[in-house]
């Protein structure tokens, strides 16, 4: 990027002597913040609209700023604009490009503005996008998992607590406590974009304008949903970025654990599923190793965001009212939290529907760990017995079986009858792991049946 340091700066007015070139390169922000300038140019020319609306500017200025602004998105979208250093950051960069291009016209779009105000409203209207992109990954991802529910419903796998066999499930439930988080992750994104969707504009450095501005009207030229009521709030306040990335930190988490429980299912020892080639990758050195890299990459990028999140937090603690150059710093935590969660959902939606479900290796894991033992004290209260003394009884009955090699459905009605006599030859309908998912059976349960009623449900909230 160019650094001319004899370059003028538009704020150098006041100034006696050049800025120290480190220290130009050290407040520059424009390596990062050129990112924002879509935005910057939609914002400034709904300014330039608002000024020739209320009479600030007149219409052929107007125009000519406008069509200006409109040649530099061009041109920066072929790649055929000289960002520069010495003009500090995206803002500066195009105000001053525009200036070159059509004169004096173009020193008039600062009018009743600053960088202040400014740069609040780009990054609220870049985030804004961003949301919705992110809404919309979100949205593609929660449906494959619907399907993959729908398909796997009855797909019987062991549940676990602790890590230890608990009581059988259904693959298809597991992949729907997967998709509420994610439900609740994108109303949160939702509820977030409500507080974005404010715009700073007006409140120019940090006090209002004298000029006869119409905010509303700028407003309502950028799809806002209101302008901001405090003008030292709105050039200030970094909270709405700061709820966004604790909403994407969240997710990250959600996703994060997924991932765990991928890798370990992935592995040998489980071989609950298979991972689709292109997903993973291999070892320069161990010929036999296919390693879950897409979901331990997500897993470990769930701490960068973690990470920009006390970022933001951090960098906001201590400013007074209003702005401060302490905000430059949003920016980078921002976009690494955009894109980190950008590229995880998209290789999240993209692995899901590929991934190779393997039940019999699944259901026979759920017949080792004797993960029906809840449903024979069940069976037992069902037959009088207090579930404190059925609880006993199937305790003994599953050390029997470790001693024995012996699952309880592999017990003969004799061996199990020694427990308690209350046990008959119906008891083997609730040892089997049909049996026990299929008791399952209410609002929430991992009956498949409730599964494909939960999905058909769900299909009405994505
Ligand atoms: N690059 C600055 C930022 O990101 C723009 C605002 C600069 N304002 C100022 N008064 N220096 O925050």
Known sequence: MASDNSIDKPWAGRFTEATDAFVEAFTASVSFDKRLYRH??????????MLAHVGVLREDECQAIVDGLQDILRDIERGDFTWSVALEDVHMNIETRLTERIGIAGKKLHTGRSRNDQVATDIRLYLRDEIDAITAELTRLMTALLDMAEREADAIMPGFTHLQVAQPVTFGHHMMAWFEM?????????????????????AAALAGTSYPIDRAYTAQLLGFDAAAENSLDAVSDRDFAIEFTASAALLMTHLSRCSEELILWASPQFGFVDLPDRFCTGSSIMPQKKNPDVPELVRGKTGRVTGNLIALLTLMKSQPLAYNKDNQEDKEPLFDTIDTVRGSLKVYAGMIPALQVKRDNMRQAALRGF??????ADYLVRRGVAF???????GKAVRHGIETGKDLAQMTLEELRQFSVAIEQDVFEVLTLEGSVASRNHLGGTAPDQVRAAVARARGRV
């Open 182 to 202: 994610l439900l609740r992750d994108r109303a949160r994104l939702r509820d977030c974009r409500q507080r974005v969707n404010v715009m700073p504009l007006g």
């Open 388 to 394: 404190r003394n059925a609880h006993e009884i199937v």
């Open 40 to 49: 910057d140019i939609t914002g400034s020319i709904a300014h330039a609209r």
């Open 371 to 376: 993960s029906t033992a809840t449903d024979l």
